[in-house]
């Protein structure tokens, strides 16, 4: 199945903002937003085309509080909201969204008056409408694993035989350095590769049939910072917004990059891929602006070249600063069993995975041993 990207989600997005300005929701009021996420800052981003000002953000996460975010100050909800203001409009899209509603009403808003979803992301997150599967069966957790084991298999292959420098990195190097494997409550493989190896590895793949590679350096139709590769010969719908897509099942790409000398020069330019990051996500709407901001940033990514740094992380990844390593670690490769096969990582695992996850072979508490399942895939049913 090769690769196509969904709008449903994002379709919902504009049009529902379209129509509070339709409405006039927006005239006379004090307008705060919820939270300080990538669906934030789209909203945030689009209402200011629409000349439409956000006044405040808030946040239960203290450690965004005093920050700004999209030119405006987070604070505790407590700061800006406290004091009832009739005049409010409170705009939310998160996956807690229930639990903000609540604490909004106990400050005495009204939902649907001082409070709007802007859309309904839980129930979205799980509208999988976008695609029709009646034909197809849902494959099991062992047959997605088992094509995930086939593409990094074939990425380990592709690598090695053309000199391209691939790394376990994520959750997939903390299952191989604990398990030996996945995580037990795990359903997905993160992998690094070198950003400038990126173009010579896509290059081999389109050569091969059964696989595919997307990635942001120049697909029309994708812009996520990072690249699945994907085996063609099942079907996969993946929804986290604002991606919906679907292609084969798939493994996460990360770009390796190189960065500055100085841990000043490193945030610097953290703060400039964040922002053009950013740029790219807040442009959706209008897709020609997208690739170009897109184009930048990977311009961008490949400013410090990564065979001189001192430095170098993945810093667009969830972990932010703490992705930054020195070179050092990825230096050269150990090989560490992953399931029935041994992959290349780090010969720093041990200081990467440290600081990333602290003390990294003590299992979390159970209720926290859960996977994040953002998509569904299929096989077609015997005989059709």
């Known amino acids: 199945m090769d690769y196509i990207r969904h709008t449903k989600a994002l379709d919902e997005l504009y049009h529902n903002l379209d129509k509070m300005i339709e409405k ?3 005239d006379k009021k004090y307008v705060v937003m919820f939270g300080c996420n990538k669906i934030a800052g789209m909203i945030i981003y689009y ?57 909004l009403e106990d400050m005495g808003y009204k939902n649907n008056d001082h409070i709007r979803k802007v859309i309904d992301l839980p129930m979205l997150m799980n509208d999988y409408s976008f695609v029709q599967r009646d034909n197809f ?7 997605v694993r088992n094509s ?9 292959s592709i690598c090695e035989s053309n000199n391209i420098r691939y790394f376990l990195c994520g959750g997939t190097l903390l299952g191989a350095a604990r398990h030996q494997g996945y995580i037990p409550w795990d359903d997905d493989i993160d992998i ?15 050569e091969n049939d059964e696989f595919g590679f997307i990635s942001f350096m120049g697909e029309d139709d ?27 099942i798939s493994i996460d790409v990360m770009p390796l990059i190189g960065l500055p000398d100085t841990q000043e020069a490193i945030k610097e330019y953290a703060m400039e891929l964040k922002n053009q990051n950013s740029k790219v996500q807040n442009t959706l709407y209008d897709l020609s602006k997208c690739k170009c901001e897109r184009k930048k940033l990977y311009e961008l990514m490949l400013r410090y070249d990564y065979d001189t740094s001192k430095n170098v992380g993945h810093i667009l990844g969830p972990y932010f600063m ?6 050092e670690w990825f230096e050269k490769t150990v090989y560490l069993k992953f399931e029935d096969e041994e992959y290349a990582a780090p010969i720093g695992y041990d200081n990467y995975l440290r600081k990333l996850y602290g003390d990294y072979m003590q299992l979390p508490p159970e209720d926290k041993r859960v996977g994040h399942h953002y998509f569904r895939a299929y096989k077609k049913k015997e005989g059709l």
């Open 24 to 26: 006039n929701l927006f």
């Open 47 to 103: 209402l200011q085309q629409k000349n439409i000002k956000v006044n405040s953000i808030v946040d239960n996460n203290k450690n965004n509080c005093g920050q700004m975010f999209m030119d405006v100050l987070v604070s505790a909800p407590q700061e800006v909201l406290g004091t009832f203001r009739k005049d409010v409009l409170v705009l939310i899209a998160s996956g807690f969204q229930a639990e903000m509603i609540k604490q």
């Open 137 to 143: 069966e849902e494959l099991n957790r062992d047959e």
């Open 148 to 156: 995930q084991l086939r593409c990094l298999k074939k990425v380990k």
């Open 192 to 206: 690094f590769i070198v950003l400038k190896d990126w173009e010579k590895f896509s290059k081999l793949v389109k």
């Open 222 to 248: 994708y812009y996520d910072d990072m690249g699945l590769f994907y085996d063609k010969t099942n079907i996969c719908d993946a929804n986290h917004f604002p991606m919906q897509t679907t292609a084969g």
């Open 322 to 327: 703490k992705e930054v390593r020195p070179k």
